[in-house]
């Protein structure tokens, strides 16, 4: 009985030390994580599309802005 409590408090003072370096910063990756690429937005998620398609909508203008019969 008397060794299983000395593991567990082993175990206990080194989670301890562990979780207070990670607090302290001194447990940094050794290369800096790489940035996210940005995402491709679709034409239904982006606003700028949908508040110009309301206004072409609104004011009846040609649905295709790059259409050669304008």
């Given at each position: 009985m008397l060794k299983f409590l000395l593991v567990v408090a082993l175990v206990?003072?080194?989670i301890y030390l562990v979780v207070r370096a990670a607090q302290r910063g001194s447990l940094r990756p050794s290369r800096p994580?790489?940035?996210?690429?940005?995402?491709a937005i679709a034409?239904?998620?982006d606003e700028d599309f949908l508040r110009?398609?309301?206004r072409?909508?609104?004011h009846g203008e040609d649905?295709?802005?790059d259409?050669?019969?304008r």
């Amino acid at each position: 009985m008397l060794k299983f409590l000395l593991v567990v408090a082993l175990v206990a003072v080194a989670i301890y030390l562990v979780v207070r370096a990670a607090q302290r910063g001194s447990l940094r990756p050794s290369r800096p994580a790489p940035k996210p690429q940005p995402r491709a937005i679709a034409p239904d998620d982006d606003e700028d599309f949908l508040r110009d398609l309301d206004r072409r909508k609104v004011h009846g203008e040609d649905e295709d802005p790059d259409s050669p019969t304008r």
